[in-house]
């Protein structure tokens, strides 16, 4: 399974929810797979994706936010986990597209390629549903899980180069993407007085 | 409530300025000033949400994932994890004009002891003017809360971070 294969996945998954996207190739692979308004690719940021959709997770409980992480990204936040853990989102569902390198910057090795397992880490930080999935069925079976708390994913992907690249302008991808999910934005909405 | 007698002033004016400016959701890595603080929402303003992170840097990804979902969040922290937040801050919340309101616990100010607080606590404000974030000094107990709902409203209104210090002379001094 390559990483677009796993992203269309998720995309097919999430049908008008939420995808947070961790930046470079995840982001772009994203934005191939299917650019849709209710994508927020991050530009920067680095390990942040699963904090963003925690958050959002928090603010909507009605809605269902799926984030695509990378392996490295997730290596930088760990502490992510045991936030996750702690507060049990259960609209959350975390899918780290774990390629075992640095794909974005040259294709350097992560930990995961030396054993690193990021499944036991989200289990070791209280989060009790996870799997690690290595084919396109596994992937989908697991995405479409519904628990009481929050879903971990480690999809473990091929490298396949990005063919695309999401939109640049950082305003532009935060107003479309709230006003997909419907949360209040007087400034480009306007508002009473 | 029993322990409103304990808050001290400042606190009780900080978190009136949170909620007043609209925020109802606190995302914080705990210090010691600030646990009066945590304190007086805990027992005050039952309708805020208090969310513990692991580190300021997360902490304020978890801010803007809060504002994309629709919620006015505040950030609270020591001065010290600053330093650990500028690649949110510079690379996330200003880029996509997302705010936050900063309650900001100084160290390295006029009566630190620990040098290692020292030259952060002496940067931050050089860091927020580098990076273009506003910020004001809560100078007393008696402005805290107007002076943190200024900051909110701004932030809030104009889609800008905004932070308010929170110096040790203010934080230090017994109710």
Known sequence: ?193 | MTTTTAAPAWAVGVCTGVHAAGSRDVVYVPDNPLSHVLRVFEHQFRDVRLVLATREEEAFGIAAGLYLGGRLPTVMLQSSGIGNSLNALTSLLVPYQIPALMIVSMRGDSGEWNAAQVPMGRAVRAIFDSIGVPHATVGSADSAAETVRLAGKTAFGTRTLGACLLPRCLTLKVP
């Open chain 1, 1 to 193: 399974m390559t990483r677009i294969e796993a992203t269309r996945i998720i995309v097919d998954l999430a049908g008008d929810a939420p995808i947070v996207a961790s930046l470079g190739h995840p982001a772009y692979d994203l934005f191939a797979a299917g650019d849709r308004p209710q994508n927020f690719y991050t530009w920067g940021s680095m390990g942040l994706a699963s904090s963003i959709g925690l958050g959002l997770a928090l603010a909507r409980p009605d809605v269902r936010v799926f984030v695509l992480d990378g392996d490295g990204s997730l290596l930088m936040n760990l502490g992510s986990l045991a936030t996750i853990g702690l507060l049990q989102p259960k609209n959350l569902v975390l899918v780290v597209m774990d390629n075992e390198e640095y794909a974005t910057t040259g294709g350097q090795p992560t930990p995961t390629a030396h054993g690193a397992d990021l499944d036991a880490a989200a289990r070791a930080m209280g989060i009790a549903a996870t799997a690690t999935v290595r084919s396109e069925d596994d992937l989908r079976r697991a995405g479409a899980e519904r628990g009481d708390g929050p879903m971990f994913i480690v999809a473990k992907v091929k490298e396949s180069a990005p063919t695309a690249k999401p939109p640049l302008d950082c305003v532009f991808i935060k107003h479309r993407f709230m006003s997909a999910i419907r949360s209040p934005q007087s400034a480009i909405e306007g508002a009473g007085l």
